[in-house]
């Protein structure tokens, strides 16, 4: 019985996002006008390829739990999808990724210089939106200057996570403590803006700023840990990767894990393989054991747990609402993830 009701409720949730994304996308499409048809072209390519469109729905739900407007928020939340879309773009370039989202990066389609104009464009049109919002939708200016200050702060972590990440990608040794830092600055902090602005958004009270930020936090912690699991451990093509972090040579959870907690036969034998100009799939089957062997799976999936259930337990003092019920089911739902 209760794996059917877990399925129900996977049902009913991806039902809901599914209805957020599509609202959001149609407000994209008519946000992201250009002069320049194969400028507009790139901006779009990764949207017009699906994704899940967590950010912006995070940005929807988080409006809705402090009882805001939900066509207002799927309005604004066009800016979340934006600068999103921007940093993947970005971050491909920069990682020199060839797939995203099951087709050709845009710096790959669309050569590296449309691909640089592209996510620029994008970051200024999410900026755009907080106008949009003051003109078109009447929003007080002191609320837009506070998603703002809010969107400006994030941003400028992000790159920080950002530049860190390719500074211990070239090869420096990183440590859980470093590693854990990155991905709060890269990718946690972006699901605790689109969160906080919502909650601004649907002009909630400083403590639910707060308790939804947290949230947002955990959850993009949770997040990027069973994403580093996925690309590690799990099938290629499932999780729609270009290639997987390990033939990367990324520095993801588990090899930040082994360098902090593994033996020094682990360690050393794990720098010694990722050193290598190319791994054959031995040395590939060798670094997936290491994981296992020195409880770095273990962990991970320990540490997703912990983050998600702190994630669930900084949202239990709101208000019961709908939107409430949804969020603490889409922490489980992506903790259990396959792709």
């Given at each position: 019985?209760?794996?059917?009701r877990a399925t129900q409720i996977s049902i009913e949730l991806l039902s809901h996002l599914e209805?957020?994304?599509?609202?959001?996308?149609?407000?994209?499409?008519?946000?992201?006008?250009?002069?320049?048809?194969?400028?507009?072209?790139?901006?779009?390519?990764?949207?017009?390829?699906?994704?899940?469109?967590?950010?912006?729905?995070?940005?929807?739900?988080?409006?809705?739990?402090?009882?805001?407007?939900?066509?207002?928020?799927?309005?604004?939340?066009?800016?979340?999808?934006?600068?999103?879309?921007?940093?993947?773009?970005?971050?491909?370039?920069?990682?020199?990724?060839?797939f995203r989202r099951n087709v050709e990066t845009v710096h790959k389609k669309y050569g590296i210089?449309?691909?640089?104009?592209?996510?620029?464009?994008?970051?200024?049109?999410?900026?755009?939106?907080?106008?949009?919002?003051?003109?078109?939708?009447?929003?007080?200016?002191?609320?837009?200057?506070?998603?703002?200050?809010?969107?400006?702060?994030?941003?400028?972590?992000?790159?920080?996570?950002?530049?860190?990440?390719?500074?211990?990608?070239?090869?420096?040794?990183?440590?859980?403590?470093?590693?854990?830092?990155?991905?709060?600055?890269?990718?946690?902090?972006?699901?605790?803006?689109?969160?906080?602005?919502?909650?601004?958004?649907?002009?909630?009270?400083?403590?639910?700023?707060?308790?939804?930020?947290?949230?947002?936090?955990?959850?993009?912690?949770?997040?990027?840990?069973?994403?580093?699991?996925?690309?590690?451990?799990?099938?290629?093509?499932?999780?729609?990767?270009?290639?997987?972090?390990?033939?990367?040579?990324?520095?993801?959870?588990?090899?930040?894990?082994?360098?902090?907690?593994?033996?020094?036969?682990?360690?050393?034998?794990?720098?010694?393989?990722?050193?290598?100009?190319?791994?054959s799939k031995e040395d590939i089957g060798e670094i997936k054991n290491i994981f296992i062997e020195?409880?770095?799976?273990?962990?991970?999936?320990?540490?997703?747990?912990?983050?998600?259930?702190?994630?669930?337990?900084?949202?239990?003092?709101?208000?019961?609402?709908?939107?409430?019920?949804?969020?603490?089911?889409?922490?489980?739902?992506?903790?259990?993830?396959?792709?």
């Amino acid at each position: 019985m209760e794996s059917v009701r877990a399925t129900q409720i996977s049902i009913e949730l991806l039902s809901h996002l599914e209805e957020y994304r599509k609202n959001i996308v149609k407000e994209i499409l008519q946000h992201i006008n250009s002069s320049v048809p194969l400028l507009r072209e790139a901006c779009l390519h990764l949207i017009n390829a699906g994704g899940k469109l967590l950010r912006p729905s995070l940005v929807v739900l988080a409006c809705k739990a402090v009882g805001g407007d939900e066509n207002l928020a799927i309005f604004s939340s066009v800016g979340a999808e934006t600068a999103h879309v921007a940093s993947l773009i970005h971050d491909d370039i920069i990682d020199e990724d060839d797939f995203r989202r099951n087709v050709e990066t845009v710096h790959k389609k669309y050569g590296i210089p449309m691909a640089i104009l592209a996510g620029d464009f994008l970051i200024i049109k999410s900026f755009q939106m907080l106008i949009r919002l003051v003109e078109e939708k009447k929003l007080p200016a002191e609320i837009a200057i506070k998603l703002l200050k809010l969107s400006c702060e994030g941003t400028l972590d992000i790159t920080e996570g950002e530049a860190l990440d390719v500074i211990y990608n070239n090869g420096q040794d990183i440590t859980l403590q470093e590693y854990l830092r990155i991905i709060e600055l890269k990718t946690a902090r972006a699901f605790e803006i689109a969160m906080k602005g919502g909650a601004i958004l649907g002009f909630g009270r400083d403590c639910e700023v707060e308790m939804l930020g947290k949230y947002g936090l955990n959850l993009g912690m949770a997040f990027q840990i069973q994403d580093d699991l996925l690309s590690s451990i799990g099938d290629q093509n499932e999780v729609g990767k270009s290639i997987s972090d390990i033939l990367k040579k990324r520095k993801t959870f588990m090899v930040a894990y082994v360098n902090t907690f593994g033996s020094s036969e682990y360690r050393n034998r794990l720098k010694e393989i990722m050193s290598k100009q190319n791994l054959s799939k031995e040395d590939i089957g060798e670094i997936k054991n290491i994981f296992i062997e020195s409880g770095a799976l273990v962990a991970a999936k320990e540490y997703i747990r912990d983050y998600t259930s702190k994630a669930i337990e900084s949202i239990r003092p709101l208000k019961n609402s709908s939107a409430k019920e949804i969020l603490i089911e889409l922490a489980n739902y992506l903790a259990e993830r396959t792709k």
